[in-house]
């Protein structure tokens, strides 16, 4: 997945890297050799200058070849949409037909698909399902994706888990399970809206796999470069996006790498994990042939995870009640003064750089509340305290410090 600040040459990398990494190793298909391609590009931008700088037509959710190994998918949110709601509604109203059914599913079948843009994280989802059941089509070896052209790519990858929480609010978990058990005209709409809700989990999961998921933030070499370099690299520690590389992109003025690269790994440290490669481009970028010279070297997944996705779970003191837990992982913070911690159910709301989001927290923690934080050493540490209330109904005694070291990788 390649990301960056738009007008960073995001694109553009995210070609190069498609077109000078064919014939990969990195991950076998499972199609016979015959009908197997190499790599697909997908562009989710729907003004996307990709398909006229490689030379291919515009064909929204069609593959169309570009090299004798390299495809391009071109993903449009508002066709995306209308296709996935039609088919839903229709499913819909011809569930309901004649029968009595319950408010919502009217109130969810008289929304056209031009509405659903309105919905939270509607678009972002469906546009990330079609891109993950490319990737698991078995179809290409190597899948790249670029991530220009929608907004803040981070929220992007945030929009299943904003649409999951989106849809327990309309009709939570535990009603429509129990109006399915007892109307059976709900069953089946029920088992879609599960559905979705699970691939929301899925899609989540998923861009935080480091075993499937090679991230690549691209950072132009100019002062902005350098000026939004921390805050991109913090959310992505908070996100757990697995971040193998920062690009320095020379553009086609040629700017020199050398003041963003050092900056950035200032910022990095050591033992991070993730590789500074500069980029230079030799002109302007105008066609196919051209971007092919552009060497892009881009490390497939390395399996290690990023950021809270290596959260640790560890008791520092007491014992039942009285214990205190930490929550630890690797996070950068341009700004401490605008760290902050909420909670919401089962998660820790965390907002870093002016980005929010959920980190789910391991099991024993979720009958506990947060006592404290502190940062120090490119490490963010949340305490906890069993909450009395619950905690010897769940618990009971000591149990707890066992139970927080076996789901320390929760």
Known sequence: MVLGPGGSGVSTLAAAAALSGTHSPDRPGTLPIGEQRDTLLVTLDARSPVPALLGVYRVPGEPVA????????????LDVIEHAWTQ?????????????????????ASIAPGELTDLPGVAEFLMLRQVRDA??????????????????????????????????????????????????????????????DRDCQDLADLFCDPHSVAAHLVLDASERGRRVAADHLAVADLTALPLRSALISAGESDCPTAPTAETVRGILGDGSGVAV????????????????????????????????GALTVAKSSGQGVTAVFELRWRQGLPEPERLHL???????LVTVAGF???????????????????????????????DAAIWPARQGGSGGAASSQREAGN
Not at 278 to 305: F, T
């Open 66 to 77: 570009v090299t004798a190994d390299v495809d391009l998918l071109h993903v449009e949110h």
């Open 88 to 108: 839903f509604t229709a499913a819909l109203t011809a569930l309901t037909a004649g029968r009595t059914a319950l408010p919502v599913v009217g109130t969810l």
């Open 135 to 196: 990737a698991t089509s078995g179809r290409w070896r190597r899948v790249v994706v670029d991530l220009s052209g929608v907004g803040d790519p981070f929220a992007l990858l945030r929009a299943p888990t904003v649409l999951s929480a989106a849809i327990e609010r309309m009709w939570p978990r535990a009603t429509r399970l129990a109006q399915a058990g007892e109307k059976p005209v709900l069953a089946q709409l029920s088992a879609a809206v599960e559905g979705i």
């Open 356 to 386: 929010r989001h959920p980190v789910r927290l391991p099991s024993v923690l979720r009958r506990c509340r947060v006592v404290g934080a502190d940062w120090s050493d490119g490490e963010l540490c949340v305490r906890f305290e069993p």
């Open 277 to 308: 490669r500069e980029i230079a481009s030799g002109g302007v970028l105008d066609r196919l042939s051209r971007i092919r010279k552009v060497v892009v070297p881009v490390a497939a997944p390395s399996g290690r995870p990023y950021g809270s």
């Open 342 to 348: 909420g909670r919401s159910g089962d998660d820790l």
